[in-house]
């Protein structure tokens, strides 16, 4: 059975290595296209995450009057799951090449870092933490409005 893969400048189904043979690197035309996908999934994860928490299981568990005893715990692991995921998008994008201090998007990836960085120097004031979940999730929104299609 052969092996089929596509090479993308072309848009040909390529054979067992033909694309080589004709000068196209499959395996580099595959990498920034592949690169891009896991910045989008990692800010959906990222954002999907701070949206949850803050507008479903925040009112959840404050309905129930498990906030903020045990609700916070919840927020404290999506903040460190934020930060986690912000560290690997820089970390493939400096990868890539594609990080540029200069643009936009990369200022507020670096200030999403970075407030999510100051929420744990509230660690004794939970309604502040709120607050800066609120202008995280808020800050998210401004940047898949700018940069809707591409991460960085």
Not at 9 to 22: A, I
Not at 67 to 95: E, S
């Amino acid at each position: 059975m052969p092996d089929f893969h596509e090479c993308f400048s072309s848009g040909v189904f390529c054979c067992d290595r033909s694309c080589e043979y004709k000068g196209i690197n499959p395996v580099s035309l595959m990498g920034a296209s592949v690169v891009r996908d896991y910045l989008m999934l990692l800010r959906t994860v990222w954002l999907g995450g701070l949206w949850i928490c803050t507008w479903l299981v925040r009112p959840l568990l404050g309905q129930q009057g498990y906030f903020p005893q045990h609700g916070l715990v919840v927020m404290h692991g999506m903040i460190l799951v934020g930060i986690a995921v912000a560290l690997l998008m820089i970390a493939l994008a400096v990868f890539d090449g594609v990080l540029h201090p200069q643009s936009r998007t990369t200022q507020i990836l670096l200030a999403m870092l970075l407030l999510s960085l100051a929420y744990f120097g509230l660690m004794p004031w939970w309604k502040l933490q709120m607050m800066l979940m609120h202008a995280l999730c808020v800050l998210g929104v401004v940047w898949v409005m700018i940069a809707p299609r591409s991460v960085l």
